[in-house]
């Protein structure tokens, strides 16, 4: 790798604003290694190296996507984040869809602060991985999604609700 100079040169001159602390050089040389490795191949563009094969070269990235697809491939990544992102998906069509009949605030407060925690996952990482963070995100996210499967309460004609 120390005869690589272009690369660590160019590396050098990109501006401070694009290293994003330090995320993007990771990212950079993780990738740089990979693909000047013989043993790389498209097969784990796929489906990955493993998380311990990461884990043993030293090439720890903290965004949490990029490092899923690094660990389980292409197949692997979408595989494991696609159904937080599809439920994400189906709450917010539901919320609003639901707004005028039975908007509730913490139902809302609930949907945001998961969308806060994906986006925390993305930039900081180190939360999809993690078994107890993960644990209490879908905790959140079950209880949302049968939150919005109940049905609307039904008003009568005097305006009392039920249910």
């Not at 990955?48 to 990235?61: D, Q, V």
């Not at 996507?65 to 917010?92: D, N, S, W």
């Not at 009949?101 to 993305?122: K, V």
Request: aromatic fraction near 12%; hydrophobic fraction near 45%.
């Amino acid at each position: 790798m120390e005869t690589d100079y272009d690369f660590w040169i160019g590396l050098e001159d990109l501006p401070l604003e694009s290293y994003n602390g330090g995320r993007k050089i990771q990212t950079l040389i993780t990738r740089r290694i990979l693909n000047r490795t013989r043993q790389y191949s498209e097969k784990h563009t796929l489906l990955g190296l493993g998380r311990s094969r990461l884990a043993n070269g030293n090439l720890m990235m903290e965004r949490d996507f990029v490092v899923q697809t690094y660990t389980m491939g292409l197949m692997g990544g979408l595989l494991f984040v696609a159904p937080y992102i599809a439920a994400m998906l189906y709450c917010g069509i539901q919320l609003l869809r639901s707004a005028r009949t039975r908007f509730r605030i913490e139902l809302l407060a609930i949907f945001a602060a998961l969308g806060m925690f994906f986006c925390a996952a993305l930039y900081s990482g180190h939360l999809i991985d993690e078994l107890y963070s993960i644990i209490l995100g879908v905790f959140y996210l079950g209880f949302l999604i049968d939150a919005l499967r109940e049905p609307a309460p039904v008003q009568d004609q005097e305006g009392r609700q039920h249910a």
